[in-house]
């Protein structure tokens, strides 16, 4: 893939489709979230005409701050999975990517005072909008050790999300993948926010 990827999608719309695009505008990705399911499910397609299915990604219990979400490719071998830190992620957010059942990676909110503006100057109106259109937040992929491996953010959008994922260093492929997996299910829950 090459870097920087950008990942869009509209807000107004029913079931949330994500269109993932590398640095020379062509597709790799199309993400499409399952609606009215009990439990979160993601399909992610090799393209927008959805014509390969090439990972899935499934929650392991029905609506739940803390679930685990599960990584599968087309044929249903296991990528690992990414869990929410429940309380760690009222702060900021907080991810932990998991592989064999041992912490991988780990994404974490770079700046946490965001969060907590956001959720203060949201509640006033007019400010509120503005608020939210301004404070985007960005969020760290690292190894446990502290070495940064990505960046997301936020870019201001007003009627869709649009995030701009960079690369800061070498990684293996399935990381890579899994890393992108995790930041998708970290999309499409903290789509709300900025």
């Known amino acids: 893939m090459q870097y920087p990827l950008n990942l869009n999608f509209k807000l107004l719309t029913l079931g949330q489709r994500i269109v993932a695009t590398d640095s020379t505008g062509k597709v790799v990705m199309f993400i499409k979230q399952k609606m009215f399911k009990l439990k979160e499910q993601v399909e992610i397609y090799n393209d927008d005409k959805m014509t390969s299915l090439i990972f899935r990604i499934g929650s392991d219990r029905i609506i739940d701050f803390s679930a685990n979400y599960n990584f599968t490719d087309a044929a249903g071998n296991s990528w690992g999975s990414v869990r ?71 870019k201001p959008a007003v009627f869709e999300g649009k995030f701009i994922l960079e690369k800061l260093n070498e990684m293996p492929e399935d990381d890579e993948l899994r890393s992108l997996m995790a930041l998708i299910m970290l999309v499409l829950l903290e789509r709300g926010r900025g």
């Open 84 to 154: 929410r830190k429940g309380m760690k992620s009222l702060w900021s957010a907080h991810y932990e990517v998991m592989q064999d059942g041992q912490i991988d990676m780990v994404i974490k909110e770079e700046s946490p005072m965001k969060k907590i503006l956001e959720s203060i100057l949201s509640e006033i109106p007019v400010v509120g909008f503005f608020a939210i259109y301004l404070l985007n937040p960005s969020y760290l992929v690292t190894r446990p050790d502290g070495t940064p491996l990505l960046r997301l953010t936020k």
